[in-house]
């Protein structure tokens, strides 16, 4: 009776550590991509490296048919945004998106939001930004977005008056104060 039970019990501590590890495989096997893509990783790749310079890329013409061009130096710093009608985090981000343009108030001729994606999904951010910010079909111009070699959307720069970035996030919620009158950006505290 002893010998049968101590065999049950070395069964269940066995059978119990087959299921501990059953479990932990399967734990490391959903929490991977996640590691992998970059979602909890902590060495995270910023959309666009600092210190890279934008380029005038000359006239665009925005969702109004009006013709508009980056800024220039003299102009103090400005706001460059990539998003598309497809992604959900972008259209997620627009509430904290126009808050920040609200209280920054910055002019809409500093801000622009390059956006993908079909036409009829524009008007929504037309909606929610345009009176904050230059909205630009992305899909009708040259790809600003290509050239500066952005790969995630949403994509939120701050753009000093020399024309490099000098803040590059994709979280609307993590954009900076702006010092207008030093044209410098300002980490919130």
Known sequence: MLLTMVILALFAACASCLLSVAVALRVKKAIDPLIEEGAFKPTRRLPVSLG????????????????????TESDGPWILAFQSTSCSGCKSQLPFYKDYLSQLDLPRERVFSFISGDSAGLSEFADEIGEFATIVAADDTVDVGTDLGVTTWPSYLVVAPDGSVVFS????????????EMGESAAVS
């Not at 890329?57 to 061009?69: A, L, Q, V």
């Not at 994709?170 to 900076?176: C, N, V």
């Open 52 to 71: 890279t310079k934008i380029s005038t890329y000359g006239e665009f013409t925005d969702m109004r048919g009006e013709k508009i061009s980056f800024p």
């Open 169 to 180: 996030s994709e979280s609307a919620a993590a954009l900076p104060e702006l010092d207008l």
